[in-house]
């Protein structure tokens, strides 16, 4: 927990309210250092002036996705202003856009001559905080497509608004990438999927929409797209036929299904009677991403492609066994596992694409 003291300093306790020491000396918190400066922008609840310079608690990327998230959203130009930068600075145009889940950052690894771009270097670009997303963007040469790759996204859990989240796809499309390959890992809700088994995505349940919450909430700019943009077929069906006919071509047709994601606002797994609701309501997959993303490139008529990775089974009865609960390191294991299958997968689609155009 962060807090003030009265001398305007951060102290931070942990969940029993113990308080930590203040000389930067080790820490609990993994990478969180006492160093990091953090300018209060208007803290008036904690009596901070404003650019007062503060220590803080929270690592400097999470620091500076603190900033982030409190900019106002991006217009237009500010995303043209990026799309540029990389389309200048890597002197590529993209016509392939991927979006590596938790995990799967080797998916840009296998880009030739690639460019890569530190996110923490691109003007007004968000940071990664989530270990499995290194926070770089790739764009090269893959199968004989240019393809742009983020090698890390964001997460609505991390602070960023969903608009935030799916900004990059925005940018993309700008760059002029045509196709979105969105890709995560995900529990299987469905009793059919294993471990390991990937799910192309057909449909989507959005469960941050039923809250109320959309990354085309606000204005809306028609350079982009319609105010009220329709959402059903927004899986491409050719490019889930043809990754159907690859995964029989891989051997691995027995562990790839065709199913339904949702995505839930995270970071807590789900609960038993959460995952029971989302099998009710014919969800075989769920996560923390990737809705918001293909929303945002429906909006702008991206064609997309999106699978899920299933790094774990949920529980949907009640049980003591601690098997039944997720943990990010299992998730990170598996994709680490099947990020070969999911590489191949992938880089035969693009060829195919490639060979059809
Ligand atoms: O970015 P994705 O959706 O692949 O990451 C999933 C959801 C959480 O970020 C994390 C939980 O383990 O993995
Ligand atoms: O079980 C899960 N729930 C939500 N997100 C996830 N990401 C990987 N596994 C899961």
Redesign the pocket.
């Known amino acids: 927990m962060t807090g003030y003291n009265s001398n305007g300093d951060v102290a931070t306790s942990n969940a029993n309210g113990h308080q930590n020491g203040h000389n930067g000396s080790s820490n609990n918190n993994g990478n969180r250092q006492l160093t990091a400066d953090y300018t209060a922008q208007e803290n008036h609840t904690n009596n901070i002036n404003s650019q007062e310079k503060i220590q803080c608690y929270l690592s400097t990327e999470e620091l500076r996705a603190l900033r982030v998230m409190n900019e106002d959203t991006y217009p237009y130009e500010v995303i043209q202003e990026i799309a540029d930068f990389i389309v200048k600075g890597s002197n590529m145009r993209p016509k392939i856009g991927i979006i590596c889940g938790?995990g799967l950052g080797s998916l840009a690894d296998i880009i030739q001559d690639a460019k890569v771009f530190e996110y923490e270097k691109i003007p007004n670009f968000p940071v990664s905080t989530v270990e499995g997303h290194a926070g770089k963007l790739v764009v090269g040469n893959l199968e004989g497509a240019v393809v742009m790759a983020m090698q890390g996204r964001f997460h609505f859990y991390e602070g960023y608004p969903l608009a935030k989240c799916s900004m990059p796809v925005r940018v993309m499309k700008l760059c002029g990438v045509e196709y979105l390959f969105a890709t995560?890992?995900?529990?299987g809700i469905n009793p059919k999927y294993s471990v390991g088994d990937i799910m192309l995505m057909h449909d989507h349940v959005n469960m941050l929409g039923f809250a109320g919450n959309s990354p085309l909430q606000g204005p809306n700019d028609p350079r982009f797209g319609p105010r009220f943009p329709a959402l059903v077929n927004s899986y491409n069906k050719e490019l889930i036929n043809k990754a159907l006919e690859i995964g029989k071509q891989m051997g691995i047709e027995a562990n790839m299904h065709v199913g339904v994601y949702s995505c839930?606002g995270?970071p807590t797994?789900?609960t038993i009677a959460e995952l029971k609701a989302l099998r009710m309501m014919g969800v075989d997959a769920?996560?923390?991403s990737t809705v918001h993303e293909v929303i945002t490139a429906r909006h702008c008529d991206m064609k997309v492609f999106a699978f899920s990775l299933i790094?774990?089974k949920?529980a949907t009865e009640y049980s003591d066994k601690k098997d039944d609960e997720?943990n990010h390191d299992e998730?990170m294991a598996v994709a680490k596992n099947r990020q070969k299958a999911c590489c191949e997968l992938v880089a035969r689609l693009i060829r195919q694409i490639q060979a059809s155009s």
């Open positions: 938790s995560n890992a995900a529990g839930l995270g797994y789900e769920v996560g923390m790094t774990n949920c997720a998730v």
